[in-house]
């Protein structure tokens, strides 16, 4: 059974679900709901070709106690209504990842984390909280890059659980990038190919402060002074920007200000793109695998890889650092295991468990 409900679950498990079926195996897809507009949601499940979901708990948006409870509950009633699952697959590191494998360890069904021992050491994001928990309640970790499994033998986990089979988005990217490209979803911006800026800004730590979101739009407006800039905004930083009158702002300084867009489309954009700015988990990933220069409004990541063998660039606090993001021609990188055969070692090792 495959728990998702955010937009990068989809994209992370999509191509778990395929390996599996090829292999025969009989499965259920549970959606927690944490993500229910079209575009982050049914839009991207479209791209995907994601299969409809078999349960869907409708647990929407809440401070973090009440989403995580709310999945936790729904979960929990799911797992005892079907006795019969004998594993619960998890990705990533939002709410229902932990409220899922808490609700499967309690009921002692086993759990498989896709994309374990990613670690940020910073306690303060939910999603640190999120994944620490979620490994040490896993009984298959999958990981994704060469630190994760130290991480996870420094915090007392069996090195016999833990299994490297590289990025599950990375198979999704390998397996739409060709498609994307034709899209040229930038040519409807009407932007040159590697000529302008892609930005998405999403953390809490970068948008909830009303002084912070303002000091960005400061510096994304000197950005697009030097060029041309599309954002397409998250619902949470939407409605930051709308408050205290940052989106005017960057809309008279020609910044593009677009809609979330579902995956084809954004993945085009980042395939098009001469620099990203973001502070995104999953787009540090896509940026290095597309070659493309990443800048992540960070102090910290949890994908140290992307730096080492990637295209990512720490900024670090001061969001005046922005004006180091410029533009230029995508450069090949290759990170071990990021190969778009992620998922089918996943599959193997699951059905072979
Ligand atoms: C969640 C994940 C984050 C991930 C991100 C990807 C956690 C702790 N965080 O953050 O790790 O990078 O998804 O997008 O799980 N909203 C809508 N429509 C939606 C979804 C959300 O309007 O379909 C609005 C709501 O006002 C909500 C806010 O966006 O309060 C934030 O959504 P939420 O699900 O709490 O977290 P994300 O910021 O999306």
């Avoid at 979960?75 to 019969?84: A, I, R, S, W």
Wanted: include cysteine.
């Amino acid at each position: 059974m495959h728990a998702v409900g955010a937009r990068p679950n989809f994209v992370k498990m999509a191509p778990v679900i395929d390996a599996l079926r090829d292999r025969g195996a009989k499965q259920m897809v549970v959606h927690t709901g944490q993500h229910y507009d079209a575009a982050m949601s049914a839009d991207m499940l479209e791209d995907l070709a994601f299969p409809a979901p078999d349960r869907f708990l409708r647990v929407g948006s809440g401070t973090h106690g009440e989403q995580t409870g709310r999945i936790l509950i729904g979960f929990e009633q799911v797992l005892l209504e079907l006795p019969q699952v004998s594993l619960v697959v998890v990705g990533g590191d939002v709410n229902g990842t932990l409220a899922c494998a808490l609700a499967a360890a309690k009921l002692g069904v086993p759990v498989a984390h896709v994309e374990a021992g990613l670690r940020s050491r910073d306690w303060a994001m939910p999603e640190e909280i999120n994944r620490v928990l979620t490994d040490r309640l896993s009984a298959l970790l999958f990981t994704h890059s060469p630190e994760a499994e130290p991480n996870l033998i420094g915090e007392g986990i069996e090195a016999g659980r833990i299994h490297a089979v590289g990025n599950t988005m990375i198979d999704s990217l390998a397996r739409f990038a060709p498609r994307a490209e034709r899209l040229a979803a930038w040519e409807g911006f009407g932007l040159d190919r590697h000529g302008y800026v892609l930005v998405t800004l999403h953390r809490p730590s970068n948008v909830d402060d009303s002084g912070r979101l303002s000091a960005i739009g400061e510096a994304l407006c000197r950005l697009a002074e030097r060029h041309p800039v599309v954002f397409p905004v998250h619902p949470r930083t939407r409605a930051r920007l709308q408050q205290g009158g940052v989106g005017d702002r960057l809309a008279a300084a020609g910044v593009m200000l677009t809609a979330p867009l579902p995956y084809l489309g954004f993945l085009s954009l980042e395939a098009g793109a001469g620099a990203i700015l973001t502070d995104s988990g999953g787009v540090q990933e896509e940026a290095s695998a597309l070659g493309v220069p990443c800048f992540t409004l960070r102090t910290t990541t949890e994908r140290p890889v992307t730096i080492d063998l990637g295209t990512n660039h720490l900024l670090g606090d001061d969001p005046a650092t922005i004006r180091q993001v410029t533009t230029a021609p995508p450069r090949p990188c290759a990170i071990p295991l990021w190969d778009g055969h992620a998922a089918e070692r996943i599959a193997d090792v699951i059905v072979a468990a």
